[in-house]
């Protein structure tokens, strides 16, 4: 099946900094989100990016489907940046819409 | 977009027993999605449930276990059966409008067996 790694693993920063995360994919894919999961467990939807750039407020997004790769940016974070952020991919051979996702990388923002 | 909730938003059971987590979504969706994400590790797809016919399970999860109803488009249910203290984990339920659409998530079931 499809791999989705994520990198880096963890990240720490300082509230006020900038970050990248990044996303690689080894297959075709249809569709690619972006997800941060609070640390109650809620997963919520950052981007829906197959291709192309987005952004919302402090985060953009740009996938390079053509390269398989996503990129997550975060600027100006703030502690309530801190969670898992993963990055799922719905491959183009799946007719179905199943999204297999990434380990995630673990974002703690400090005061 | 779709909202969906999920109940019970986490339960404490003994091992041996089986719990019931209910998925409602706000709208018609084609293909619900039932994924577990165990302690400090990623989601992962245990089976899709389309209208009107059998869930389709991954490699590693079998009907048994893991029994799901689909008799509408707004709703499903995932039965964990026979539970373990191995099963403790966050069952997530998602559903899209399309095969090719954004997906969207339930806030989760928060599962302890002991």
């Known amino acids: 099946g499809i791999q989705v790694e994520q990198s880096p693993p963890d990240l720490i920063l300082q509230e006020g900094a900038n970050s990248t995360l990044r996303c690689n994919f080894s297959?075709?894919?249809?569709?690619l989100q972006w997800f941060h999961q609070n640390p109650w467990g809620q997963l919520i939807n950052l981007f829906y990016i197959p291709s192309g750039t987005k952004q919302n407020g402090r985060l953009s997004a740009t996938t390079v489907a053509t390269e398989r790769y996503s990129l997550l940016y975060i600027s100006s974070s703030q502690t309530t940046d801190s969670g898992v952020y993963f990055c799922a991919v719905h491959m183009t051979t799946d007719s179905w819409g199943k999204l297999q996702f990434g380990a995630g990388t673990q974002v703690v923002v400090t005061p | 977009s779709a909202v969906i909730s999920q109940k019970p938003s986490r339960d404490i059971c003994q091992r041996g027993t089986s719990l019931t987590i209910q998925c409602q979504v706000d709208s018609q969706v084609t293909m619900m999605f039932w994924y577990r994400q165990q302690p400090g590790q990623s989601l992962t797809l245990i089976a899709t449930a389309n209208q009107g016919s059998e869930a389709t399970y991954e490699s590693g999860f079998v009907i048994d276990k893991f029994p799901i109803s689909r008799p509408n488009l707004t709703f499903s249910t995932l039965t964990v059966s026979n539970m373990s203290p191995e099963d403790s984990s966050i069952y997530l339920c998602?559903?899209?409008?399309?095969?090719?659409?954004?997906?969207?998530f339930g806030p989760g079931t928060r599962l302890t067996v002991l």
């Open positions: 998602s559903g899209d409008s399309h095969s090719y659409n954004e997906q969207f």
């Open positions: 297959d075709s894919v249809n569709n």
